[in-house]
């Protein structure tokens, strides 16, 4: 760009042109230009409270499933742990009944869930080389996958409580953790925070572990309903802020 911009410059003023080639470049370089605005909003977003936004936040994010918002059956009656051998290099796919779980697999590799549609709900890297465990509703019309990298996946029913812990996977605002407001941080590592309301943007955090010096810590505001996603980190603390 800068070197057809200077081309058009000399062709229309010969060395002037070349003046301002360097005055345009100065005040793209001091925020006089439209895009200016937006970037500045992304810092600040950022600096205060470590929000992601724009093109970036749409990127890791991805595409989002209506059925993020979905909540199965949890009571988990008759359900046992199911374990599965991995045996091929392709992977596997299983279906469960209806019910709330807890996926681990050894040593590491990625679990997909799919609707009844065949999209994607979630993906997330499970075992050594990612999250510990996976924490999700299942229905019984989704069907889930885990690929060859694995020697052993399990499943494992789980209860619902409320929590001010909570791990990687999916969680409803008023059923895992109750509404309010809390500073969100973690003890180590890097991730997520996604927060889901139907018919509004969401919203998210990058959480980041450490020492207190380096840790990032993020305000957040909960409401009954919203669907919290936590990805790529094992754990995130949820701080109640005092009134």
């Not at 003023?13 to 100065?26: E, H, N, P, Q, T």
């Not at 005040?27 to 909003?41: D, F």
């Not at 199965?72 to 596997?92: H, L, M, P, W, Y």
Request: aromatic content about 10%.
């Amino acid at each position: 760009m800068e070197f057809k911009l200077r081309n058009w410059f000399e062709y229309r003023a010969g060395k002037i042109g070349s003046v301002f080639l360097v005055a345009l470049c100065l005040l793209i370089m001091t925020g006089c230009h439209p895009l200016q605005g937006s970037v500045t909003e992304k810092i600040a977003n950022y600096e205060k409270n470590f929000e992601i936004i724009g093109s970036e936040k749409d990127e890791l994010i991805g595409k989002i499933n209506p059925e993020i918002f979905s909540t199965a059956d949890r009571s988990n009656e008759g359900i046992e742990q199911i374990g599965q051998g991995v045996f091929t290099k392709e992977g596997i796919k299983i279906s469960l009944q209806e019910g709330r779980y807890l996926i681990s697999g050894y040593p590491a590799g990625n679990i997909f869930i799919y609707d009844e549609n065949g999209d994607l709900i979630i993906r997330e890297i499970v075992g050594y080389a990612g999250v510990a465990s996976l924490t999700v509703d299942i229905k019984d019309s989704y069907t889930i996958f885990a690929d060859g990298g694995y020697d052993f996946v399990n499943f494992t029913p789980v209860s619902t409580f409320l929590a001010t812990e909570l791990t990687a996977g999916i969680w409803e605002v008023g059923l895992d953790i109750e509404a309010g407001e809390y500073i969100v941080s973690m003890d180590y590592g890097l991730g997520y925070l996604e927060i889901h309301e139907k018919d509004k943007e969401p919203i998210l955090y990058e959480i980041i572990g450490g020492p207190p010096i380096s840790q990032s810590t993020s305000h957040v505001s909960l409401k009954d309903g919203q669907k919290l996603r936590v990805t790529k980190v094992s754990k995130v603390l949820f701080t109640p802020v005092d009134d």
